[in-house]
């Protein structure tokens, strides 16, 4: 038996709304939508999630109980999304931009990994989040 990868993640976030509309706008493009709200286990909230039509994989978002997410904290150090390619890359960093996200690293190739190209943002929990593109020839 073989894994077949992540299927989804859930994150705790702040506001659900806010995430929700940065999530859609980052994503939405790239073929995320909302597709579903559950109630969640403990019946006191929804959880949404963003799901790719193509994989069916994706994140769900729901109200976290308070806190806040710390970069570099012990919990997710970044999420990344693979795309198609540059031009995926560079469109999605022009609606953060458009959006007034916080940007950690513009686009730009990776000093290690031929053809790697990717940039970073926060999300307005300030989790790390990477766009990026890789076309491997062993792939």
Known sequence: MAARGIHHVDLAVADV????????????????????RYP????????VY???AH?????????????AHRYYDVGIEHLAFEVESRDDVDAAYERCLARGA???FPPQEDRDEEGYYAFFVFDP?????????????DL
């Not at 969640?40 to 959880?47: I, K, L, N, P, Q």
């Open 55 to 67: 994989d069916r994989r994706g994140i769900g978002l729901r109200p976290a109980d308070g806190g």
């Open 40 to 47: 969640t286990y403990r019946g006191t909230e929804e959880v």
């Open 50 to 52: 963003l799901v790719d």
């Open 125 to 137: 929990d300030g989790m790390r989040i990477e766009v990026f593109c890789w076309p491997r020839a």
């Open 102 to 104: 916080r940007i950690h």
């Open 17 to 36: 709304d806010a995430s929700l509309a940065f999530y859609l706008d980052l994503l939405g493009p790239l073929g995320l939508a909302e597709e579903i």
